[in-house]
Antibody, heavy 122, light 109 residues
Framework: EVQLVESGGGLVQPGGSLRLSCAASGFTFSSYLMSWVRQAPGKGLEWVANIKQDGGEKYYVDSVKGRFTISRDNTKNSLYLQMDSLRAEDTAVYYC???????????????WGQGTLVTVSS | EIVMTQSPATLSVSPGESATLSCRAGQSVSSHLAWYQQKPGQAPRLLIYTASTRATGIPARFSGSGSGTEFTLTISSLQSEDFALYYCQQYSSWPRLFTFGPGTKVDVK
């Protein structure tokens, strides 16, 4: 059974840092593009970042470039999101998500974690 | 950035009726479009990819159509479990950029 379990969320002050983790199981983690997607309270979905299978390519939404870093450890079946210089507008539930197809393709995200809440407030 | 819009914002439908949701892209995304369902407190669920292909385990009452800039999700004979939020998402620029529409809420009439 495919499972994605996020952790690391919490309350942080503006300008602070937080590191999210996503533990994956039930599939060959190293074969899939992985992503972080967030949802501010009562708002819609926003893609945050992608990392390709070998970690060599990473992409970010403009609003987090230079502040967030996505990474993965295929030996530990884990995905990470290092969030620095946090702002109030980064407050959201952060989901890790798996690309529906393995390999050099994207068809949507078929498995999602339960989400972890990040609150940026003084 | 490709801007996605969805209409209507809210759709009120009676159980057993059909619902038609629209999604428009600011520029052509070919067929690189997915639809998701989200219920309160839950993660999104992939329904449709490449505009018209149902994901694994998705009932046949969900169907997608369209290409280019205009897309439609149709839910025939709405069941109680179908009342939820629905988002479209384009991935024509994968892996560099993905954008979601603002969502359509389907509620009980």
């Amino acid at each position: 059974e495919v499972q994605l379990v996020e952790s690391g969320g919490g309350l942080v002050q503006p300008g602070g840092s937080l590191r999210l983790s996503c533990a994956a199981s039930g599939f060959t983690f190293s074969s899939y593009l992985m992503s972080w997607v967030r949802q501010a309270p009562g708002k819609g979905l926003e893609w945050v970042a992608n990392i390709k299978q070998d970690g060599g390519e990473k992409y970010y939404v403009d609003s987090v470039k230079g502040r967030f870093t996505i990474s993965r450890d295929n030996t530990k079946n884990s995905l990470y999101l290092q969030m620095d210089s946090l702002r109030a507008e980064d407050t959201a539930v952060y989901y890790c998500a798996r690309s529906y197809c393995g390999g050099e393709c994207f068809l949507g995200w078929d498995y999602w974690g339960q989400g972890t809440l990040v609150t940026v407030s003084s | 950035e490709i801007v996605m819009t969805q209409s209507p914002a809210t759709l009120s439908v009676s159980p057993g009726e059909s619902a038609t949701l629209s999604c428009r892209a600011g520029q052509s995304v070919s067929s690189h479009l997915a639809w998701y369902q989200q219920k309160p407190g839950q993660a999104p669920r992939l329904l449709i990819y490449t505009a018209s292909t149902r994901a694994t385990g998705i009932p046949a009452r969900f169907s997608g159509s369209g290409s280019g800039t205009e897309f439609t999700l149709t839910i025939s004979s709405l069941q109680s479990e179908d009342f939820a939020l629905y988002y479209c998402q384009q991935y024509s620029s994968w892996p560099r950029l993905f954008t979601f529409g603002p969502g359509t809420k389907v509620d009980v009439k």
